[in-house]
């Protein structure tokens, strides 16, 4: 680790959304910010947060399988196990929360919510002393032709983004976390002479600190 930061010299404007509003403006949100997840309010109260996951196991589900969308409003899918933290703590109370959290909340004495950390604003500031191999993963496959669970009439390539973005086995670490944050990437498949060998996500980048 560096000097020692706050989580005040990291943190980021709050996005939120109203636990009222449908899920398919949650989605555009996330979409047009680039931010997943979201904290859900209920008015100016922090109820929890919304993901991009939780929206789609709704959707997959059998049950609303005949539900338009615009229909679902956030309120059933927000995730109601959320932390937060002040902004004059040490940046180093965010790791382990990290570890588990896509999202920390962060408030201010009077409880008021000023703030928001994810993976990417605490990777701005720290990378993992091991390098890309201590962050890797297991990268689990699927065809093209096969088709997405719970949503019968898609195939995965109707869904899936190209070209793939990849980093060879060798890249340091930084500038693994400068193409991610720039290309708000998530997950980033590692290669070794055009072979995939791994996963790199700013969870395990997180996980690796």
Same mark, same amino acid.
């Given at each position: ?6 989580? /005040? ?5 709050? @996005?939120?959304?109203? /636990? ?15 931010? !997943? ?8 109260? $922090?109820?929890? @947060?919304?993901? *991009? ?8 589900? /059998? ?12 309120? =059933? ?5 959320? #932390? +937060? ?10 790791? &382990? ?7 920390? $909340?962060?408030?201010?004495? !009077? ?6 950390? =994810? ?9 993992? !002393? ?16 096969? *088709?997405?669970?719970?949503? *019968?009439?898609?195939?995965?390539? !109707?869904?899936? =983004?190209? &070209? ?6 060798? @890249?340091? $670490? +930084? ?13 980033? &498949?590692? #290669?070794?002479?055009? /072979?995939? $060998? ?5 969870? +395990? ?5």
């Amino acid at each position: 680790m560096k000097k020692e930061l706050f989580v /005040k010299n990291i943190m980021v404007k709050p @996005t939120t959304i109203s /636990k009222s509003a449908k899920i398919t403006e949650a989605l555009d949100k996330m979409l047009t910010e680039g931010i !997943d997840p979201l904290i859900a309010l209920n008015s100016t109260t $922090v109820v929890g @947060t919304v993901s *991009r996951q939780a929206i789609a196991e709704k959707l997959g589900a /059998k049950q609303n399988s005949a539900i338009a969308p615009a229909a679902i409003h956030v309120a =059933s899918v927000v995730a109601e196990d959320f #932390t +937060s933290v002040y902004p004059d703590e040490s940046v180093n109370v965010l790791v &382990p929360l990290l570890q588990r959290y896509k999202l920390v $909340v962060v408030y201010d004495t !009077d409880h008021k919510l000023i703030g928001q950390v =994810s993976a990417g604003d605490l990777l701005k500031k720290y990378i993992p !002393d091991d390098g890309i191999e201590s962050a890797m993963e297991k990268a689990v496959t699927i065809d093209a032709d096969e *088709r997405v669970v719970h949503l *019968r009439n898609l195939l995965v390539k !109707d869904i899936m =983004s190209t &070209p793939l973005i990849s980093v060879d086995r060798n @890249t340091h $670490v +930084s500038d693994v976390i400068d193409m991610m944050l720039k290309k708000n990437i998530s997950t980033m &498949p590692v #290669t070794e002479k055009g /072979k995939l $060998v791994g996963l790199v996500t700013r969870r +395990s980048l997180v996980m690796a600190l």
